[in-house]
């Protein structure tokens, strides 16, 4: 067991490279470390130039997401003892355009998410004389797992539709969308439904698979597509009933 | 403006370079195979439909040494994709259904066409193919 | 192990020893188990002294033990607790206590606002973590920033919202001239050559003499101390010398720019907290451990006063329906 690991990282500044390099370094090991911590040395001590996003260094605010020995990982759950002997490869999220070092530009993303409507939308207007909605653990933990989404990316990353067509409104989006389509509260799977089940939506998707595997918050975005799919899919049967007897 | 995003390029290759993803199209390739032999079957209604001689050629396709060996291909590809696909549809299904129960179901569903399937096949093949 | 700062019971006891077994029945009912955390930190500090509490690579730490709980329970309603502690600490809280220990993680007090969340200079609102609006007073109790930012950020929304509907817009030329000046001064800081100053180097310099000198508790020895490092900080600050050089994302400038901000609000901490002698609240003087409500029944005012340290001025205390009074728990236990 070595003292010490070594880092292998991608470098872009637009102003110096026509296009990303890597760089090495190497950092003390400390059992306890995650590559976060490891990152953070060498910009305090080695390198200031060295650029990233991070902020809680626990796993709930989504910032670094990265791709580390080619997986997606959280900067700060990626432990440096999971990786010894290795070098340690950290490259930005893969399906993102890089915008400087590790930092990749997530404006598509942003759109996507605004683009599913993810907020409650009333089934009917609502005095607050009529009170709060009651809700029950059951109904509760219906739609508790897609609540769980802190937009770190990684399943984007992991997802080949994402590369394959980048108009695919994705597994985060989509999952969030079936979030709020599952609350009681809720009333708008209507008006979501024209972006959820475009060609664009969920009808992209191909089961990989892979955004369930790689998310930290065990959200499950595989499961909320196929859900929907199948949910859609019965809406429209029931449109057609319903068209054909009028 | 200084900002000039780099764009990485998705090589062809893309799938090749995980397990996982491999392991993906392998699973995608079997439905090229089942529906393939989806052909295989419909050509064997037409042929039925043509008459004896055209079903006479048609056996000799299917009991043919490729034709066997493409049979067994189709078989193989078909259980893959079958136990592939058993082993996901719990995530189709809402919350409150175990796992376990979800796939033990299409098996059990699977088993019983079978059975049907195979005594319907036994009762009319009474000798007519010797 | 990396300590965690928890928001669950704490089972500190002054009386017993955290190492050895504790004595039954236990749990202890109204042993301050569910103490606010100003108290736990206090309660704390004091183990440490009495060389009471379990040194490791982070620091001392207590044991907070949620075993009685049970599995179930612990799965229920503090699965996240259960998963930090078994991840960055690999303490599975089902089996085995976790180790902790009092960390800084919010700000108390701020920009000074009136209830409708309108700041001293015309045309800024502020609101959340940043703002005091005072209704914490002396001490944020926990949960009350959450619920605080959603009030006062709606406030704040709409009335600036108002504000700015309700008039024309500014001459551009003014803007303009603002905003080059604006630029003006961070080219400085960033153009400059030849510095020898690290932001690392200041900011950790700067957290240390703030938790050494403005923490638990505090002496005026130890604030006059702190006092003195950070006007040596902000004088180093000027010879701060970026790494980063690049026009893209630039975070070691955005480093930059945030440590001369908390150094800046560091001294209107140790400054007022120098000049508060009483104790009140999360502030605690061993110098001045009573309250004073005579001299400081007040909110301390820091004014910026450019390179100098702040002035600390004083404003009255709103006290309609609450008054001041003893701060007790349980069966008087203060």
């Not at chain 2, 052909?39 to 299917?62: C, E, H, M, N, T």
């Not at chain 3, 701060?327 to 203060?334: A, C, E, L, M, T």
Request: proline share 5%.
């Amino acid at each position: 067991m070595s003292d010490t690991v070594l880092l292998s990282i991608t470098r872009y500044d637009p102003e110096k490279h026509s296009k990303p390099v890597f760089q090495s370094y190497t950092v003390p090991y400390h059992e306890d470390w995650v590559v976060l911590d490891a990152l953070n040395y060498i910009k305090d001590n080695l390198d200031g130039t060295l650029t990233f996003r991070w902020s809680c260094h626990m796993a709930v605010c989504g910032s670094c997401g990265m791709m580390i020995n080619g997986e997606p990982k959280l900067l700060c759950n990626a432990f440096l003892r999971d990786y010894q002997d290795k070098t340690i490869k950290v490259e930005p999220l893969d399906g993102f355009p890089i915008e400087r070092d590790l930092v990749v530009v997530i404006d598509s993303f942003m759109g996507k998410l605004a683009s599913v409507k993810p907020y409650l939308i009333a089934k009917e207007e609502r005095a607050l004389s009529e009170g709060e909605y009651l809700q029950t653990p059951a109904q509760l933990a219906v739609f508790k797992p897609y609540t769980q989404c802190i937009n770190c990316l990684l399943c984007y990353a992991a997802c080949p539709q994402t590369k394959l067509n980048e108009d695919f409104i994705g597994p985060a989006a989509l999952a969030l969308a079936h979030r709020y389509n599952l609350d009681t509260r809720d009333g708008g799977k209507n008006a979501r439904a024209e972006t959820v089940t475009s060609n664009e939506g969920i009808w992209e998707c191909t089961f990989v698979g892979a955004c369930s595997k790689v998310c930290p918050k065990h959200v499950d975005p595989a499961a909320a597509i196929q859900q929907t799919k199948i949910s859609a899919s019965v809406d429209w049967f029931k449109s057609l009933l319903q068209g054909s007897r009028s | 403006m200084s900002r000039r995003p780099y764009i990485r390029e998705m090589r062809r290759s893309w799938w090749l370079r995980r397990r996982r993803t491999l392991f993906y199209m392998m699973r995608e390739l079997t439905s090229f195979f089942i529906g393939l032999y989806s052909a295989l079957l419909a050509l064997g209604l037409v042929q039925l439909a043509r008459g004896p001689q055209a079903w006479d050629s048609f056996i000799a396709l299917i009991t043919s040494r490729g034709g066997v060996i493409f049979q067994l291909l189709c078989f193989a590809f078909a259980l893959f994709h079958s136990v592939t696909w058993f082993a996901v549809t719990p995530k189709a299904v809402p919350v409150s259904a175990p796992a376990k129960a979800v796939i033990g179901a299409h098996y059990a569903v699977w088993a019983v066409i079978s059975v049907v399937i195979l005594l319907l096949a036994g009762r009319f093949v009474d000798g007519s193919i010797q | 192990m990396r300590a965690v700062s928890l928001l669950t019971r704490m089972a500190i006891d002054t009386s017993r020893t955290t190492i050895s077994a504790p004595p039954d029945p236990w749990p202890r009912k109204k042993a301050m188990e569910l103490g606010p955390r100003d108290r736990l930190s206090q309660a704390f500090w004091h183990e440490q002294k009495k060389a009471r509490t379990v040194k490791t690579a982070y620091g001392d730490v207590v044991h907070l033990d949620i075993r009685h709980l049970g599995e179930k329970k612990i799965e229920e309603r503090l699965p996240r607790v259960r998963e930090l502690a078994t991840t960055y600490c690999g303490v599975d809280p089902v089996r085995a206590p976790i180790p902790v220990r009092p960390v800084v993680h919010y700000f108390m007090g701020g920009i000074h606002t009136d209830i409708e969340s309108a700041t001293l200079v015309a045309g800024l609102f502020a609101c959340g973590e940043c703002a005091c609006v005072s209704i914490n007073g002396a001490n944020r109790l926990g949960s009350n920033s959450l619920s605080e930012l959603l009030v006062f950020g709606a406030f704040a929304g709409r009335n600036a919202a108002a504000l700015a509907t309700s008039h024309p817009l500014p001459r551009e030329a003014l803007a303009v001239s603002l905003a080059r000046a604006a630029q003006a001064r961070i080219r400085t800081l960033f153009e400059r050559e030849g510095g020898e100053e690290s932001t690392s180097r200041l900011r950790k310099l700067m957290t240390h003499t703030m938790e050494t000198g403005a923490g638990i508790y505090r002496t005026r020895e130890s604030l006059e101390e702190t006092c003195e490092l950070l006007t040596q900080l902000r004088d180093r600050y000027d010879r701060l010398q970026l790494e980063d050089r690049s026009n893209v994302f630039n975070t070691d400038l955005i480093q930059a720019l945030e440590l001369g901000s908390m150094l800046e609000v560091a001294q209107a901490i140790a400054h007022s907290a120098l000049r508060r002698e009483e104790s009140r609240g999360s502030h605690q003087r061993l110098d001045y451990p009573e309250r004073d409500d005579s001299n400081f029944l007040k909110h301390s005012l820091a004014f910026y006063r450019g390179t100098e340290p702040p002035d600390i001025d004083y404003c009255d205390v709103t006290i309609t329906r609450s008054k001041p009074g003893k701060r007790v728990y349980g069966d008087g236990v203060p």
